[in-house]
């Protein structure tokens, strides 16, 4: 029997960890969930042009909120296609609410709208396609062998002695 690790990112993550450059996204409260929102702001060094935040960096938060839902709903997800449409500029140094919502969940696929608004106004929307994918996909690379490493020695460390 294998363990079951539960929903998680890893803490350099750009949009949900605690890298200095990041946005911190809250990771959702439990699993299953169908719906995210959390409040973020883009700083200077989210810029674009003069007090906007850049486009790619809206469409990255848009990603993460969407894709923060789907791996919470189904344990890991990736995406597949995320399509973005900017409706307004997106200020720097303003409160924002990211909000996802799984519009359907089939096999491996997941369908996800999210939005970024300024109080009413909605400033950008996302329509995405996420994937469930085998905890072998992220193992790969160094940095996630290591990374599952470490998964398994706290694991071990919270297994029953006999």
Do not use: K
Not at 79 to 104: D, G, K
């Amino acid at each position: 029997m294998s363990a079951r690790i539960p929903p998680h990112h890893d803490p350099a993550c750009w949009g949900c960890g605690d890298n200095a450059l990041g946005i911190r996204l809250p990771q959702p409260a439990t699993e299953g969930l169908e719906e995210y929102e959390a409040y973020f702001h883009f700083d200077e060094r989210h810029q674009g042009g003069p007090g906007l935040a850049h486009g790619g960096m809206v469409s990255a938060a848009l990603d993460e909120a969407c894709g923060l839902l789907a791996t919470w709903y189904r344990f890991p997800a990736v995406t597949a296609r995320i399509f973005v449409r900017y409706r307004r500029p997106v200020p720097i140094n303003t409160e924002l609410l990211a909000r996802a919502e799984l519009e359907s969940g089939h096999g491996r696929r997941m369908h996800v709208r999210g939005t970024i608004t300024d109080g009413d106004e909605v400033l950008a929307e996302a329509r995405g396609a996420f994937l469930h994918v085998p905890l072998e996909h992220f193992l790969s690379t160094p940095e996630g062998r290591a990374a599952g490493e470490a998964w398994r020695r706290r694991l071990e460390g919270d297994a029953p002695t006999s």
